[in-house]
T-cell receptor
Framework: DAKTTQPNSMESNEEEPVHLPCNHS???????IHWYRQLPSQGPEYVIH???SNVNNRMASLAIAEDRKSSTLILHRATLRDAAVYYCTAFSSGSARQLTFGSGTQLTVLP | DTEVTQTPKHLVMGMTNKKSLKCEQH?????MYWYKQKAKKPPELMFV???????INESVPSRFSPECPNSSLLNLHLHALQPEDSALYLC???????????FGNGTRLTVT
C-alpha cells in the first residue's frame, strides 16, 4: 500500500486560502491521490482526486508535485464550515484496489 | 443527508449477541466497502466488494462476516464481538475502481 503522511493540525483565518500538504513518497505510477474530509459525527466526504495533473472543482484545487511524491489541497477561501479532518489517501488501480487513509489533518478555521 | 444509508445509527450489543449492520445505495455503484474507525483515528479498510463479489478482506477476524445480497445492499454480520470492536463502522460505495467513494454516516457500535 502507498503510505501517506500529513501534519496533525493546521489553523487558518476565515476567508483566507489554506494549503494542506500530504506526502506520499511510496506512491506507484498508477495510484490515484484522493482527498476526503470528515466533520464530527459524519462519514468522510469526497473532496477531490487526481493522478498527475492539477485538478480543480467547486470545493477545492489539488496540486500534485511533478514527481508525484507529494500533493497539496488548496481551499481558496476558508469558511467556518471547512473546519474538519482532511484525509489524503492513495490507492491502486486494478482489481485489487485498496484505499488507505493517511492520519489526517485537523483544520481549525478562526473567525 | 448522504446517498449511502446505514442502519442502525447506534447499536449496543453484548459479547454473545448476533447482530447485523446494513448499508444501502441506489446510485448504481458496483463497488462497496466496509471501514472501521476508532475515535480520533482514520478509517481502516475491512472489506471490499466489487460486482457483488468479495475482492478484498483485510485480514478481518471471522467474527465479522460481510454479505452483499445484491448490487445495492451490503451487510456486516456480527457475532461474538469483543469490547475492543467498539467503533464507528462506515459503509462506502464507488461507481467503479478509482472513482470517488461515497460514505454513509456510519453505525456507532458499542460492545459491552
Amino acid at each position: 500500500d502507498a503510505k501517506t503522511t500529513q501534519p496533525n493540525s493546521m489553523e487558518s483565518n476565515e476567508e483566507e486560502p489554506v494549503h494542506l500538504p500530504c506526502n506520499h513518497s511510496t506512491i506507484s505510477g498508477t495510484d490515484y491521490i484522493h482527498w476526503y474530509r470528515q466533520l464530527p459525527s459524519q462519514g468522510p466526504e469526497y473532496v477531490i482526486h487526481g493522478l498527475t495533473s492539477n485538478v480543480n472543482n467547486r470545493m477545492a484545487s489539488l496540486a500534485i508535485a511533478e514527481d508525484r511524491k507529494s500533493s497539496t489541497l488548496i481551499l481558496h477561501r476558508a469558511t467556518l464550515r471547512d473546519a474538519a479532518v482532511y484525509y489524503c489517501t492513495a490507492f491502486s488501480s486494478g482489481s485489487a484496489r485498496q484505499l488507505t487513509f493517511g492520519s489526517g489533518t485537523q483544520l481549525t478555521v478562526l473567525p | 443527508d448522504t446517498e449511502v444509508t446505514q442502519t442502525p445509527k447506534h447499536l449496543v450489543m453484548g459479547m454473545t449477541n448476533k447482530k447485523s449492520l446494513k448499508c444501502e445505495q441506489h446510485m448504481g455503484h458496483r463497488a462497496m466497502y466496509w471501514y472501521k474507525q476508532k475515535a480520533k483515528k482514520p478509517p481502516e479498510l475491512m472489506f471490499v466488494y466489487s460486482y457483488e463479489k468479495l475482492s478484498i478482506n483485510e485480514s478481518v477476524p471471522s467474527r465479522f462476516s460481510p454479505e452483499c445480497p445484491n448490487s445495492s445492499l451490503l451487510n456486516l454480520h456480527l457475532h461474538a464481538l469483543q469490547p475492543e470492536d467498539s467503533a464507528l463502522y462506515l459503509c462506502a460505495s464507488s461507481q467503479v475502481a478509482n472513482s470517488p467513494l461515497h460514505f454513509g454516516n456510519g453505525t456507532r457500535l458499542t460492545v459491552t
